[in-house]
C-alpha cells in the first residue's frame, strides 16, 4: 500500500475486555515498530520487529501487552484485561531494511471506559 | 536515561519565520528527526540529521545541529497557517539502538 495503515482508527472497549489492534506496514519494510501516545505528550516506545521477530520488547508496560507479526508483514497489538490508563493513540511506523526513516501511521484511539 | 525537551507553544505571525528548538542529552545520538502532527493525525517524517553534520536545508526547512550544547533546532522560513501543527524532536542513539525517543512536542500556532 501506499502507506503504513492501521486499523480501526477508533476502538471503544470496557475495562477488563481483550483487544487487538492491526497494523499493515508498506510493503517490503523489515522494521516495524509500535508507539503509545497519551494526550499531550510524545509517543512512546513499545515494541520493535525485524522481520517475524520481535528486536526489542522493552517498552511493553506489562504482561498485559503482546504484540505478534507471525509473516514479517502485518501486526497484531494485543492488550488483555484493559485498563482505563490503557487509553491512548497507538501509533506504528515501519522502516525499510537499513533505513533511517520510519513512517507513521495514523493510529488508532483507544478508549478505555 | 536519554531525555528529550521542547517548549510547548510558539506563535508567530504568517510570512514570519519560527524556529523550534530543542534538547536531549544522549551524547551517543547518531540521528535527529524533526517530525510534525497535525490534529487527529499520525506523525509526518519532515526531515532528519546525522549527528556528524551541523545543518540541512530542504526547501523552506534548515535544521541545525550543535553536538557539543545537545541543542537542535527547526527553522521554518516564511511561516504558512497549514504550518500550525504540533512539531516532535526525536533521537536515536547507540543507547537506545533503533527506538525513537521523543520530545513531548512544540505547538505552533501561525495567525494572520
Known amino acids: 500500500g501506499a502507506g503504513v495503515s492501521q486499523t480501526p482508527s477508533n476502538k471503544v472497549t470496557e475495562k477488563g475486555k481483550y483487544v487487538e489492534l492491526r497494523c499493515d506496514p508498506i510493503?517490503?519494510?523489515?522494521?516495524l515498530y509500535w508507539y503509545r501516545q497519551s494526550l499531550g505528550q510524545g509517543p512512546e516506545f513499545l515494541i520493535y520487529?525485524?522481520?517475524?521477530?520481535?528486536?526489542?520488547d522493552s517498552g511493553l508496560p506489562n504482561d498485559r501487552f503482546f504484540a505478534v507479526r507471525p509473516e514479517g508483514s502485518v501486526s497484531t497489538l494485543k492488550i488483555q484485561r484493559t485498563e482505563r490508563g490503557d487509553s491512548a493513540v497507538y501509533l506504528c511506523?515501519?522502516?525499510?531494511?537499513?533505513?533511517?526513516?520510519?513512517?507513521f501511521g495514523q493510529g488508532t484511539r483507544l478508549t478505555v471506559v | 536515561g536519554e531525555d528529550v525537551e521542547q517548549s510547548l507553544f510558539l506563535s508567530v505571525r504568517e510570512g514570519d519565520s519560527s524556529v523550534i528548538n530543542c534538547t536531549y542529552t544522549?551524547?551517543?545520538?547518531?540521528?535527529l528527526y524533526w517530525y510534525k502532527q497535525e490534529p487527529g493525525a499520525g506523525l509526518q517524517l519532515l526531515t532528519y540529521?546525522?549527528?556528524?553534520?551541523d545543518m540541512k536545508q530542504d526547501q523552506r526547512l534548515t535544521v541545525l545541529l550543535n553536538k557539543k550544547d545537545k541543542h537542535l533546532s527547526l527553522r521554518i522560513a516564511d511561516t504558512q497557517t497549514g504550518d500550525s501543527a504540533i512539531y516532535f524532536c526525536?533521537?536515536?542513539?547507540?543507547?537506545?539502538?533503533?527506538?525513537?525517543?521523543f520530545g513531548t512536542g512544540t505547538r505552533l500556532q501561525v495567525f494572520p
Open positions: 511506523a515501519s522502516s525499510p531494511e537499513g533505513g533511517r526513516e520510519a513512517f
Open positions: 510493503s517490503g519494510h523489515t522494521a
Open positions: 520487529f525485524q522481520g517475524t521477530g520481535a528486536a526489542d
Open positions: 544522549d551524547s551517543s545520538s547518531t540521528y
Open positions: 540529521i546525522f549527528s556528524n553534520m
Open positions: 526525536a533521537e536515536i542513539s547507540i543507547l537506545t539502538a533503533d527506538k525513537l525517543i
